[in-house]
Every structure is written in C-alpha cells, then in structure tokens.
C-alpha cells in the first residue's frame, strides 16, 4: 500500500493508466487473472461463460467462451468487437449467452444466442435468428407517441432468456421469453422490445435480471400518491401497489400484506413457450464438465406437508441459525449465550437434545446430495426450471415457516447488529485486515461443529405457518385452482423525504417478477409472477442497488446491510437460512458492504472495515481441489464445496484499491485503481468515513431517539415546551441523517462512474450550502434543547438511562447528562473529516488548477462552519449553565429555545448614567436582546433596532456608551475603558450577528446605521401599538418597509426620517363601511401628496395629484359603478378637495355630459353640454345651472339661440330655428324638454335664401373655453415631474435628473415588468445629449428618444401622453361621440401640439420653433463644405413642425374618437357616395373606364396572375390598375395626415408604372388624362368613410406641404370625392 502510494504520477491529476485495472477468476479458490488492456477499463460485465469489457474511447472486448462464434478467448488478451468501431459505448450487459452494448446516443445492440429472442431481431423466427453472431441494432421504439419516437436507452441488464432496457424517462422495456419480461402477452418470443405497462408512470432506477426472474429498483411515490382502494377498471393498468413504512427501525414481518394473488402456476404451455434452447443439443460445458448454466441442489429446495398436516421428514427441512453479526461477538461467546438461551426458553421445544439437530442436519446433507446425484447427468439449470415450474404448491410450507420465522425473530436480529454496528463506529481501536481474517476463518472452523442450541422451536413455528397457510390469499393449497387476478393491497403512507436537489434518495421499492420456484421473488412464497410486484420488506430499507444471480437475488441499502433471498443451496446467501422466500439481513461480520454481484451460485461483497482499502467477501459455492472433482461433479452440494458465511478473499489486499466488482456464472470481476498521490485513498478514505457516519447515525436513532419518541411518558416528563423542541431535535437529526445517507450513497456512485470521476462533482463541493445548512439547524436543533433544559429532564426518565445503557460511551468519565449532550453533538465531528480528506485532495493537484482553487474554497467553507458550530456549543453550554445559576420566576420569562447569554454586569461593571446612589441595575447581553433589570422589573431592547456609539465628550471623563432605540435613548457608564471597549465590542458583535453578520469582524465604535428590523412601537403618538418592519437609520424608521396598525391600518412603502414619505400603499379601515379605504402613490412628510390612486370605501375611486391629503390638481374621480343607481366620471382640475377650472363631468345615469368651467365643486362659466338623445348645448354656467346666453341644437338640427335661466329653462329673448330655416324670435319661457311659451316673430325665408340654407354653417364654438385652456392641470402636472415651478419655468439639467431618478425607480419598484419594458425603461435612463444644435445628424436621435419616452407611463412625457389620451376619450367617447364636437376636438388635439412642443423644446433647446428649418452638421473639410452649398441650392430643406414630430406618437392613440366624429359629421354624404359606389362598381371594367371617359391608350388589355399573362375581355371586373387599387385601400389602415399622404402618393407612382408599358417615350400627366384614370382607381379601392378620411387629411395636415406636389395629389382625391357624390348613374 505504502509502495502503490509513493508512486510518482502526474502532477495535475490521475493518469489514465493507474486506474481500470480489471481482475477476473473462476471462484473464491482461484488466484485472479488481470485483463491486458491498453486504456482503462470503465466495466465489465459477465455471462456464463463469458464475459464484456467496456474500455475508455467507448471500445469493447469480449473474453472467455464466445460460443456464437465457436471462440475461446483467454481473460488476459480480450478481444475487440470490430462491429462496435466507430460507436463510442457506454455500457455493457451480458446475459446467460448473449450480450448487449449501449452507445452514446442511446441505441442498444445484441448479438448472441437468440432462441428465446433474447437478442431482438425480426418476428419470423427464422433458424438465421438463432444466434446472432455480430453486434446488430435493437430499435426501442414508443408506438404509443404520434408519429413513434425511439426511446434513448441508458441502461441494460440481460438474463438468460430476456433482455431489460432502461430508458432516459426511466421506463422499462423488455424482450425475450418467459414471465420474467413482465409482459402483458402470452406470445413468446417478443422479438421487439415492449414496455413494462405495469411499471409505467414509476420512476424505475436500475433492473437487474436473473436466470429466470427480474429486479428493478423504484422511486417511492409520495404518500398522497397512496390509494387504498382502486377501481375494477384502473386495476389492469394501474402501477401496483406500494408500500412505505412510517418508520425505517421496524422491518415488515411476512404477514398476510406479503402475499398477493399475482403468484400463479407455471402451465404447459407456459413452460413450452420458452423451450427452444432447452430442445437444442447443449453443447457448453465448463471445463471440469459442468453444464453452462448449472446451479446445482436447485431442486433439494423444497419441502411438503402431508394431508394432516404433519411435517414429512423425507423433505428438507429449512432450518434458521441466528448469529450475532456483532463483531466483538466473534470473540467473545457471550453475546451468543444470550440470545440462545432466550430462544429456549420454549418448554415444547421439538428437539431438546443438540445432537437431534446435529443428526438431522447431517440427514439434510445427505438428502440433498442423493437428490442432486439422481438429476446429475442433466444440465442443472434445466432441472432448476423443471422445479419452478411445478414446485409451486409443494413449497408453500417452507414459505410459510420462514415467514413466521423471520416475523419473529428479525427485529431481535436487527436490534444485535446496530448495536454492534454503533459500537464499531465509536470504538477507537481500529481492527485490522489480518485480525478480520482470523476472525473470519474461526467463525468458519466454528459452523462445522455447531450445536443445536442456536436453533429455534421448529415444530411449534411449523403448527403456526400450517395453521395460518389455508388463510393467507394467493397461497395455494392442495387442489387450489390458480389465482390470475391482480390485488390492490392496503398500503401504509408516510411523507416523502427530501428530494430534488441532486443527491440520490434513499426512499426506493425493489420490485420482482417471473419464476420464483427458489423464492428468488423475495414475496413470502415460491410461485411465479407475471407482473412486477412489490416487494414489501424491503420498502422503507433505503436499498441503493439490487443484483440478480441465476436463482437468487441480493439487496445492498444505504446502511450498508444486505439482504438476500432465493436459493441457498451453495450458501450464496450469506447465511444459513435455505430456503428463504423473503430477504433476510446477510452476516457482513460487522464490515460495510457498499458494493455486491450475485453469479450463478454464489455472491460477492465489496466492503469497508476500519481500514480505508476495500476488501472482498465472498460467499457460495467454492473451487473444488484436482482430488475432489469426481466428487464435485456427483454430488455439488457437498458441505464442504461451500463457504455459507461470507470470507474474506485474501488475494484483494494485492490489488489495491476496488471500485467495483461483478459476477456472473462461476466467474468473478473487479475493477481497481492505483493510489497515484494519494487521490483515490483519499476518496475512498471519504466514502468510506460517511458510510460508517451513517451506520452510526441509523443506530443512534434506531437505539435511542426512536424509543423516546414513541413514550408519551417521556412527553409528559419534558413538558410541552420541551417536547416541541425534542421533536424538532428529531426533525433535525432526520434530515442530518438523510443527506448523509444520500451524500455516502452517491460517494459509492461516484467511485463506480470511472469514467466521471470529476473532483468538482463531489457532493461536498456541489451541495455546499445544503450541508453547511443541515448541519447548522442540526447545531440549533441541540443547542436550543440544551439551553432549555432538555437533556437534563431526560436524565431523569428510567428509559433514557436503560437506552443509554446499550451505548458505547466513548468517555467512561463523563455521566449522564454529559453522556447523552457529547452523543447528540458528536456528529458535528464529521465536519473535521470532511476538512481532512478536502485537505487531502488539495495535495493531488496544482495550486492553478481549477481542482484546487475549487478544494480550497471548499475546505475553508467546511473548516468555518466548524469552527462555528463548535463556538454555539459553546455559547449552549453557558446559557444552560447562567439559567441554572440565576433561576427564578422573572427570569424564567426571558429563557427562549434560541437565546444565548453574552455577557451580564452582576459585577457593576456597567452601571446607567445619574443612576441613584442606592439604585441597582443589572444589564444582561444576550444573542437578541439587551435587558435592564432594575429590582424585580426589567426592560427588553431587541438589538435589532439598537444603536450602540461611544460618547466622545472628553470633559465628562465617563467611560459612556450612547444607546438608541427607536423611542428611548440612554447612556450607560463603564466602570473602566477596557470595560467600556468590551461591552461597546460585544454589543456591536451581537448586534451584527443578529442582523445576519458574522459578529466577528465589527470594530468597538462602528454599528450597522442603516438596517432592516422589526420593531414595535409602544409609546409613539403616531404608531402606538404599531408594528414595523422594514428599514431604520440610526433609530428611526428610514427607507422601505411596513407599518401594521392593530386596528388593521396598514402602510407599505417607503419612509423617510421616521415619516412616510415616497411611494406607498395604504390600507385604512372605515368605520361605517365593511371596505376599507386604499391609497397607492406619493408621500410627503407623512401626508399623501403627489400623484396616487384612492379607492374609497362607498366605491369611489380618485387618480389623480394630491396635496397635503386633499385632491389637488389633475385626476379623475369615478363615482358608483355602471349597475348602481347613480354613478358618474369627473376628470379635470381640483383645488382643495374641490373641482375647479377646466373638467369634464360624465352623469352616466343621467345621459349627460359637461364639458367646461369648475369653481368650488359647482359649474360655472363657459361649457358645453351633450346628451345621449343627440342634443347639444353651449353657454355660461352659475351655482351649477345653466343661466345666461348660449345656443342649444337638437338632434334634427333645431337651433335656439338666447337666454337660459335653469338646467334646460329658456327664459328671455331668444331666436329659434327650424330645421326648413323658419325662424321664431321673440321672449320664450318654459322647459326645453316640456315645451316652450313663445311670445315673438314667425318668419319664413324666401325661396332663393331656401336654396342656399344648405350652405350655411351653425354658429359653435361661441361659449366653448377655448383649446389653449383646457387641461392646463395635465401640462402643469408634467412640469412639476420635471422639477419646474411652472411653464419652463426651471433648471434644464434637473429635469434630466428627475427623469433619470423617475426611470431607475421604476425599474426597481417594478418587479412584473416584461422584457420590453425592461429594456425601454434600459435605454431611457441614459441622459441623451440635450445640450447639442440639433442638426439633420441627430434629429433622428430626439425622434427615436421621444418614441421610447411616449411607450412608458414611468417617463413624464410618456405619463403626459397618456393622461392626454385619457382626457380625450373621456371628453369624445360614448355621450360626447356628437358630431358637433368635431370642431372642438380639432382645436384640442392642436393645443396638445403646442403646449408638448414646447415641453420637448425646453428638454432638447436645439430644437426651432414651429415651422423652423433644421440645418445641416457644420462641414469638417473643404469638399464636404462644397457638397453642403450644392445640397442647400438643388435639394430641399428639413422643415420641423409639431405635427410632424407628435403625431406618430399621438394620434394612433387618438385615432378612434377623432375619426369617429368625421364619421358621424359626414354621415349624409357618406350614405350618397356609398351608394354611387355599389352602382358604379357594378359595370365591368373597359364599361366603367368609357363611362368615365378615360382614352382607350391607357386600357389595359392583359393582366398578370400569379407570372401568367391573361387577356382582359369585356366582361372582366377588377383586373384593371389592381396595384394602384390596393395601394391606395390602405389610406385605411394609417392613422397620421403624412402617412395618409404617402399612400396617396405611392397610388399616383403605381398608376403611373402601369399606365407607362402602354405609351412610347417620356410621358407627363396632364390632369384631363390623369382625373378619369384615378376617379377609376377610387371607385374600384371601395373605401369607406372616404368623406372623413379627406376631412381629416385637410384639418390636420401640415401645412408646409399643402401647396406642394403631395397637396396636389390631395386635392386630386378630394374632387373625386365630390365627384362621385355627384355622379349621375343613369
């Protein structure tokens, strides 16, 4: 070891070379044969007589009898698999006779032989499919997916007869023959591979496949997964039933809950299934002459019963020797004597006398060896098979009494071995090598002369398993028909362990199925399964791997104990219980086994002892010597052909350290790695470690926690207080116990994966903080239950003394109490090791290496936590010891779980500043908080919200330290400086470490000034009684955080210098009203001010400004909703509470809508008013009524012009008139509504004044306010974002900051944000160059600012924008949709341009006025200087204006109103250019181009569809210009005059480009040619509400271009518009 350890190797990690070296030999008698390979070897894989090697590079080589292909390969030159080159493998399975590869990508290839299908292939079952000589493709492919997918394959297992795959979604798909695939078919062979349905929806983690029968580890389901009953229709397909355990300590007996119905019996035809290899000449032999697949004594198995019941003593006689698996039990016989003589205590014992067990085991003996010598000419696996398949019923009483023997009897087993195990674990005297070797070869020599005393009460257990066989269901008696219908059994639920983060879990199933005539099904009988079943003992045993051999099957769990069932005819069990029909706890001889293979006959165990370097055990048949052979080959079952107990295998001491191992027939293989610089001893020496850490910890809870826990007197002796805490101990120590459980199992993994052996995967490294997390609650979890008392009052149990009792103290010296606080803080000590082996690893690599620097930072994490933990025991310590010096009923009240005392000042060093002279006070620091006693009185400061600073005043000569607290401050006085410096150091620790820190680094006079605490308050005016949580600075409440008033008011949001101020949101209960009040927005100064949103009680809702808690400035108040009786909308001005200027008030219930003047919540002055019946009314208002001058218009257009004097009252001169033109003027008085009294002129108009009333226009806008007043508010409210007093009226440079302030605090105030808006909100918190010219270079840089700025309500200008569109829907939309408004929202939307021009001006002052020119960047060299004054004098200019720069932005969100009020005012015209377009658009094309008058030089005569020319005939319609016609149908689909235009003249540019094929040379329009064509173009393009869309273009367009070429092209579409509203269609 020491040799293989100084080896020099490369400095930066292992090299290839010193790790795979694979070992091979026939049986425990051999001298193993090393495999020359030139990489190393990743796995191997054994068959019967053969055996697979998967090499580094994804190679594979193939030894030993390879009678597919009539080859003999020796172990030491492997051959290479040619047919696999260029496949990079990653696994490898062998069967009985065939083997299996997996690739990369997850394909699965076989070759082989293939009789019973075992290799796939095609459903012909041709003789060419016998054996498959080569590797060939096996297609796993989901049929069930649409379209099929194939399935990627990660693992393989191979029987003799069928083949498991394991899938990446951790399905299992089988293929073969016999029961044993799991299959829902009795059509055998099934040559393409077939889900396991009955495994489907479990998470399947490894198979393993016997001779005849199938294991697979699974996933527990959760235990809401749990149904106790299942339907008749979802049991066929439903996965089966699954047992957890609520505790781990007790194993499962095999009661009634093992058996199930899905056992049946073998038929004939079953069985003739699967004969073809067995029809066939057997021709492989061993060399000594053995059959290939021989398990000899597989017959001598079974047992029976006669008709009355009485054991037949012709039949073996399964017999059960306990044995104490304590290792010191070994050499010293009195543990032995113990249990022995508890088990005799049975006075009705069947065989008093030891030498009557001693004849009949020797008669057993003998029997056996005559049953195998009658079947030894026949190839033994044969006779196996014959046995399964009719030795269902005659094997039931052997079930049955090896049930109720292992019912009995495990739990007292169990209980010897960890106790044993727990012991070994805290001795300190390691055991080497040699000693385990004698020891092992003594307790051999020992089994020869055994007495009878170590047997139970046989014949009494025999009546018992009788008696209880004809009850047990799925058992079958004599005469039982078979039993095929599946069960639902009742399963136990517990809650589901951790999970998800990685590490392996521990809560597993092992399932079984196919022939089970030996019990290799592990189910508590001997028959077959044709579906995979549960096997319940073995839930909750946190098994980590199963292995299969030929007919028995073992177990390896996470404790690492093995469990083994099924034949045990060549003591392949590990123990001497044969036959054993449910998994019994093989003899491991104290060492832990982390590592097992079962072969044909026997097992092999890779284990740990006290030494780092594995060691192996075997169990099983042994190698005959030359002379014993004949013997060997007539009687296998010889005694002393066997080694029932597992031995150590000398020879593994020679090979260094073992990764893996594996068996398979006779043959067994092993996978070592050299110590290159102490690497792999260094991982073993950590495996190794926390699989003993483990043992102990299962022990430990097992022996004591799990006891006290299920005493209720021990609940009543801790008190209910204490209890919790000892049941969050338990927790603890659970989730403790489980991650290291986890952390060894996925340690064994990490050393099986030879090719993955990354150092930075360790778990240690990967899962750092989930380990230091663990073991910091586990830390807590003792300390808190210490300080309290804890283990003093269990002290104090009898229990607690008896349990303690079966412990090994490690310190004899220390008692009691001091036995049982050392045992719950020892698992702390594994930190030391984990700081160790780090160390160690550290060493292997160069200090550049990311290996190291990954180790390092590692090493010193873990070596902090201890460091840490051992320091909070400490801290535990003391405080138990201060609470128990300073006991007493006020102090009792400040004895928390989690408090831990500091320092206290009993010695006055610290006394209160003006303290009396007979006063006396007592400070006590604790881990929380700072407590004044004064008398029998005390005072608690939390130290969350404690500020501790030394008091610098010189003059005063006083050692003082200044406390603050959030409503009381105090100076304390030290008695001397350094005890001023130690209290000023420990406050600040304490207080540091309670606010997260570390509490070692804080300096005597520095205290954490800003901090996040709750706190609350007591004494304060404003927040008596209130709870605080948030951010303080220096004592009072500063920045965010949440205030909880016990009368339910509630404030979440920022603070400022103990008052909100900021952005919050408030919650404030009313009184009357069950809905509280809610505020979202500003704060100042503790009083709502700025921009928020109030939602009352009653259902009123306000957003708007605020100012000093009153309604002041812009927003919007809606009252009630649309369902109640009254509710209405008000958006405008507010002063003091009070609507004044400028507003619009919406009376939803009413039907009205007030567009005008406000003062002191009433209407008064100019202002018009809509209704829902279509009339309109302008004029002055006073006290909120109409009264004075103003004009009111029905809807059939009646006009009154005069004096109001009431809402809708005429009352005075007046003037109205008709829709004809009649006029009656003359004093009118009356309701318009009810009628009106007229006392006046009737006058009629004259003929011609008649002709031209069509012309005239109705006098509006008269009393309206004017555009440039209205939402002064909004503008104003913009500025004030901006940091202006008013109309720019500011500092240019804080505006900037203020929006840069407004952007980041949206980010960061946001969390629901989309990507989008993260990166616009991104991009506008850089601060453009504002300062520059704006020159035609940057223009585009403002335009593409003011874009993004306008997408986000966060941007002043973005919130301008939309409040503004907000203010315009409410205006124009719904009642205010009257076509008499159309002027008015003209005239707004145009003082929008000028009041957010100016806005955009003072941000960017480069920017002209309205109408200005934009010049070009000043030329920086003489030729572009030419260029410039060759542009100025031959192209056109920029020209800015407001339009241009706004509408983009602004009208696609005004676009529906606005365009909506064209609609309506052109109504009349509409419906007569409609119908003059259905008409006209009714005649064909070269009919419509004549009647228009359009020359016959500019018809088209073809038309291009789809690339083909086609001639245009008379009759076609819709093929002339049909480019020009789609063009212009998308004025539509634009929404700004400019972008109208354009369409208007890209239509002009595709008429022209059609009309020009048909002429010869230059051509120009002239506008007799051009009107007809174009007239033509519109009729065709169909456009809706074309009135309206010219109107719109004519009042908003710019007015730069409206005498140019696109005005011209403008006003060619308007005359066709008048035009065709003209037309005469007859």
Not at 1329 to 1358: F, M, S, W
């Amino acid at each position: 070891m020491e040799n293989q350890e100084e080896r020099p190797a490369d400095e930066r990690a292992v090299s290839a070379p010193e790790r795979g070296l694979l070992h091979v030999w026939c049986s425990a008698g051999c001298s193993p044969e090393r495999a020359l390979l030139s990489t190393p070897a990743l796995q191997v894989a054994l068959g019967e007589h053969h055996g697979l090697v998967l090499a580094q590079g994804g190679q594979v080589f193939s030894f030993g009898a390879l009678s597919w292909r009539n080859l003999s390969i020796p172990v030491s030159a492997p051959v290479l698999e040619l047919a696999l080159r260029g496949k990079t493998i990653v696994r490898v399975a062998a069967g009985g006779f065939h083997c299996g590869a997996i690739s990369e990508h997850g394909n699965v290839y076989m070759w082989g032989e293939n009789t019973a299908g075992q290799c796939g292939g095609s459903e012909r079952g041709s003789v060419t499919n016998v054996t498959v000589s080569e590797p060939s493709p096996v297609s796993v492919v989901d049929s069930e997916g649409i379209p099929p997918a194939a399935v990627r394959v990660v693992d393989l297992a191979c029987g003799r007869e069928h083949s498991l795959a394991l899938s990446a979604q951790n399905e299992l798909w089988a293929w073969g023959s016999g029961c044993q695939l799991g299959l829902v078919t009795q059509a055998f062979p099934v040559w393409k591979p077939q889900k396991v349905e009955h495994l489907a929806g479990r998470h399947v983690i490894q198979v393993a496949c016997g001779a005849y029968h199938s294991l697979a580890l699974v996933l527990s389901l959760p235990a809401q997964g749990c149904n106790a009953q299942s339907s008749p229709k979802t049991k066929e397909r439903a996965p089966p039933p699954h047992c957890l355990v609520v505790d781990r300590d007790e194993l499962f007996a095999a009661d009634d809950s093992h058996y199930c119905p899905l056992g049946v019996e073998l038929t004939e035809a079953m069985r003739s299934e699967t004969s073809p290899r067995r029809r066939a000449p057997r021709h492989r032999r061993h060399a000594a002459g053995m059959s290939s697949g021989s398990s000899p004594g597989s017959g001598a198995s079974s047992s029976s019963f006669s008709e009355d019941g009485k054991f037949n003593s012709k039949q073996n006689l399964p017999v059960e020797l306990m044995e104490n698996s304590d290792s010191h039990s070994q050499t010293d016989s009195s543990p032995t004597v113990r249990l022995v003589s508890g088990w005799r205590t049975n006075k009705n014992s069947t065989f008093p006398d030891e030498s009557e067990v001693q004849n009949l085991l020797e008669k057993l003996s003998d029997q056996s060896s005559e049953s195998q010598h009658t079947t030894g000419t026949l190839d033994s696996d044969s006779v196996s098979s014959h046995n399964s398949d009719d030795s269902c019923v005659s094997s039931t009483p052997s079930s049955d009494l090896l049930a109720s023997s292992y019912k009995d009897d495990s739990t007292s087993k169990r209980q010897s071995n960890n106790v044993g195990g727990l012991a070994a674990w805290r001795s300190s005297s390691p055991v080497c090598l040699e000693e385990v070797r004698l020891c092992l070869e003594k307790e051999r020599l020992s089994l020869q002369g055994q007495k009878s005393s170590s047997l139970t009460n046989i014949h009494q257990r025999w009546k018992t398993a009788a008696g209880r066989r004809r009850s047990l269901p799925g058992t079958p008696t004599h005469g039982s028909p078979r039993r095929r219908s599946p069960c639902v059994c009742r399963p136990f639920s517990v809650g589901p362990e951790e999970a998800g983060d990685g590490l392996p879990s521990l809560e597993t199933e092992v399932w079984s199925w196919g022939r089970g005539s030996e019990g290799q099904l592990g189910h508590g009988d001997q028959l077959a399964r044709l579906q995979p079943l549960c096997i319940k003992t073995l839930t909750g045993q946190e098994v980590i791997k199963v292995s299969a051999g030929s007919h028995h099957s073992l177990a390896l769990t996470a404790q690492c104990q093995v469990y083994s069932w099924g034949s045990n005819m060549c003591g392949q069990l590990g123990h001497i219980n044969s036959p054993v029909t449910v998994p019994q706890q093989a003899k491991s001889d104290g060492l832990r086994v982390w590592d097992l293979s079962a072969g044909q006959s026997h097992s092999l165990f890779l284990a740990n002892g006290d030494c780092v370097q594995p060691v192996l055990l075997y169990c099983g048949q042994q190698r005959q010597t030359q002379q014993s052979r004949s013997t060997c080959q007539s009687s296998p079952t010889r005694v002393e052909s066997y080694t029932v107990r597992p031995s150590l295998l000398p020879f593994c001491i020679e090979m260094g350290y073992i990764s893996s191992v594996c068996s398979g027939g006779q043959m067994c293989a092993s996978l070592t790695d050299l110590n290159v610089k102490g690497f792999i001893a260094a991982i073993h020496e950590l495996a190794s470690s926390e699989r003993q850490f483990y043992c102990w910890l299962s022990s430990f809870r097992r022996i004591l926690l799990t006891p006290l826990r299920k005493r209720e007197s021990v609940c009543l002796a801790l008190g209910e207080p204490c209890t919790q805490l000892f049941f969050s101990l338990w927790e603890s120590f659970v989730h403790l116990s489980s991650l290291v459980g986890r952390h060894a199992t996925s340690l064994s993994y990490f050393l099986h994966d030879a090719q993955g052996r990354d150092v930075t995967s360790l778990p240690l490294l990967t899962h750092a903080d989930h380990f230091q997390n663990t073991y910091r609650r586990f830390c807590s979890a003792v300390g808190d239950f210490q300080v309290m008392g804890g283990f003093q009052l269990l002290q104090k149990h009898s229990l607690q003394q008896t349990l303690l009792s079966q412990l090994n103290v490690p310190d004899p010296s220390v008692s009691g109490d001091g036995d049982l606080v050392s045992m719950f803080y020892w698992p702390l000590q594994q930190l030391h090791q984990y700081n160790r082996v780090l160390l160690k690893l550290t060493a292997c690599y160069d200090v550049l290496t990311v290996e190291y620097q990954t180790l390092h930072h590692s090493f010193s994490l873990y070596e902090t936590l201890s460091l840490s933990l051992l320091r909070k025991k400490k801290e535990a310590e003391n405080t138990f010891i201060f609470w128990k010096s300073h006991s007493g009923k006020y102090t009792e009240s400040l004895r928390v779980p989690h408090r831990r005392v500091v320092c206290e000042s009993s010695n006055r060093s610290l006394t209160l500043q003006n303290a009396g002279r007979f006063s006396s006070h007592w400070f006590i620091l604790f881990s929380d908080v700072l407590v004044h006693t004064q008398f029998s009185t005390h005072r608690v400061y939390p130290l969350t919200c404690l500020w501790a600073k030394p008091v610098t005043d010189d003059s005063s000569e006083l050692y003082a330290i200044k406390i603050t607290c959030p409503e009381e401050s105090f100076t304390l006085v030290a008695s001397t400086p350094q005890e001023k410096n130690k209290w000023l150091r420990a406050l600040n620790q304490a207080v540091d470490q309670v606010l997260g820190g570390g509490g070692q680094g804080s300096s005597p006079g520095v205290a954490a000034m800003s901090r996040t605490a709750t706190y609350t308050f007591t004494a304060d005016e404003r927040f008596r009684d209130a709870q605080y949580s948030g951010g303080w600075l220096a004592g009072r409440v500063h920045g965010r955080g949440t205030m909880k008033w016990p009368d339910g008011r509630m404030y979440k949001g920022n603070f400022k210098n103990g008052l909100e101020d900021g952005y919050g949101e408030c919650v404030m209960p009313h009184k009357v009203q069950d809905k509280p009040d809610t505020y979202q927005g500003q704060w100042r100064e503790g009083r709502i001010h700025g921009f928020g949103k109030y939602k009352y009680a009653s259902g009123e809702v306000y957003e708007g400004c605020f100012c000093n808690g009153q309604r002041h400035g812009y927003g919007m108040l809606s009252s009630g909703k649309l369902d109640r009786s009254s509710s209405s909308v008000f958006i405008g001005h507010w002063v003091h509470d009070k609507k004044a200027a400028y507003g619009v008030y919406d009376d939803i219930t009413r039907g009205e809508k007030y567009i005008g003047m406000w003062l002191d919540d009433q209407r008064h002055g100019s202002a018009v008013v809509v209704t829902q019946y279509g009339v309109y009314y302008e004029g002055t208002f006073r006290d909120n009524k109409m009264a004075g001058p103003g004009l009111l218009v029905s809807e059939d257009d009646t006009v009154f012009h005069g004096e109001f004097s009431d809402d809708w009252t005429v009352s005075g001169k007046g003037v109205l008139t008709l829709t004809n033109g009649d006029s009656l003027d003359g004093l009118f008085t009356g309701e318009w509504r009810t009628g009106l009294k007229v006392v006046g002129t009737y006058t009629k108009p004259a003929a011609d004044e008649c002709d031209n009333k069509g012309g005239d226009v109705l006098p509006l806008g008269q009393y309206v306010v004017p555009a440039g007043q209205r939402w002064i508010c909004v503008f104003d409210e913009c500025w004030s974002r901006l940091g202006c007093d008013a109309a720019g009226r500011g500092e240019r440079t804080t505006a900037w900051e203020n929006i840069a302030i407004t952007i980041a605090t949206a980010r960061r105030q946001s969390p629901d944000l989309s990507k989008s808006q993260s990166k616009v909100l991104e991009s506008l918190e850089f601060i453009p160059q504002y300062g520059e010219p704006v020159t035609t270079a940057n223009y585009d840089n403002i335009r593409r600012y003011l874009t993004k700025a306008c997408e986000t309500p966060h941007h002043p200008l973005g919130w301008l924008l939309e409040t503004l569109v907000t203010a315009y829907r409410m205006t124009y939309v719904g009642v205010g949709s009257n076509c008499r408004l159309l002027q008015q929202a003209v005239q707004e939307l145009q003082a929008y341009l000028t009041h957010f021009y100016s806005i955009i001006r003072f941000l960017f002052p480069g920017l002209p006025e309205d109408g200005g020119v934009i010049p070009d960047p000043p030329p920086s060299t003489p030729s572009e200087t030419r260029r410039s004054s060759y542009r100025l004098e031959y192209e056109v200019v920029v020209v800015v204006s407001c339009s241009s720069l706004l509408f983009p932005v602004l009208l696609p969100r005004l676009y529906p109103p606005l365009f909506t009020l064209y609609c309506l005012q052109k109504e009349q015209e509409e419906a007569q250019y409609w119908e003059h377009v259905l008409r006209l658009n009714k005649q064909p094309d070269q009919s419509l181009l004549s009647f228009l008058g359009v020359q016959e030089k500019f018809w088209p005569h073809w038309m291009s569809i789809l690339g083909e020319k086609k001639q245009i005939v008379s009759s076609s319609k819709d093929a002339c210009f049909v480019s020009a016609v789609e063009t212009l149908q998308q004025i539509s689909t634009t929404f700004t005059p400019s972008d109208k235009l354009v369409v208007i003249q890209k239509t002009f540019e595709e008429l022209t480009l059609e009309v020009k094929p048909f002429l010869d040379g230059d051509f120009l329009w002239c506008m007799d040619d051009l009107f007809p064509l174009f007239l033509y173009v519109v009729l065709r393009a169909r456009i809706r509400n074309l009135g309206a869309e010219v109107s719109l273009i004519e009042d908003l367009m710019d007015p730069n271009i409206q005498h140019g070429e696109m005005g011209l092209m403008f006003t060619t579409l308007k005359a066709c518009y008048i035009q065709i509203q003209h037309e005469s269609t007859t």
